[in-house]
């Protein structure tokens, strides 16, 4: 019903810039919550930073400052701006949605984009 498309991930040297997109199509009625994940190899998934639909922010303490999370809700779309990288932000990056679909029941369901591999070099 809800489907993610994400773009944006690379390789990038410590210190240069990056931003993620994350596009939300299909049958969505609202959007509650859209946020940004990432797993590095032998760690868990952890949130990066999340944007509500009323506006609120929130990150990991590991990016703030660095990174900054937006929304178009006209196009359904959250964005990562990813400053000053690090090699410790090396992860799969991945999407994450908090929709309710058209003609579904009013509970909200969770979607996963697929996952933008960011590899930072030092």
């Known amino acids: 019903q809800v489907q993610l498309v994400e773009s944006g991930g690379g390789l990038v040297q410590a210190g240069e810039s990056l931003r993620l997109s994350c596009a939300a199509s299909g049958r969505i009625f609202r959007i509650n919550t859209m946020a940004w994940y990432r797993q590095a190899p032998g760690k868990q998934r952890e949130l990066v930073a999340a944007?509500?639909?009323?506006?609120?922010?929130n990150y990991a303490d590991s990016v703030v400052g660095r990174f900054t999370i937006s929304r178009d809700n006209v196009k359904n779309t959250v964005y990562l701006q990813m400053n000053s990288l690090k090699a410790e932000d090396t992860a799969v990056y991945y999407c994450?949605?908090?929709?309710?679909?058209?003609?579904?029941?009013?509970?909200?369901?969770?979607?996963w984009g697929q996952g933008t591999q960011v590899t930072v070099s030092s």
């Open positions: 944007v509500t639909n009323g506006g609120s922010l």
């Open positions: 994450h949605v908090v929709a309710l679909s058209l003609g579904g029941s009013m509970v909200p369901y969770a979607y």
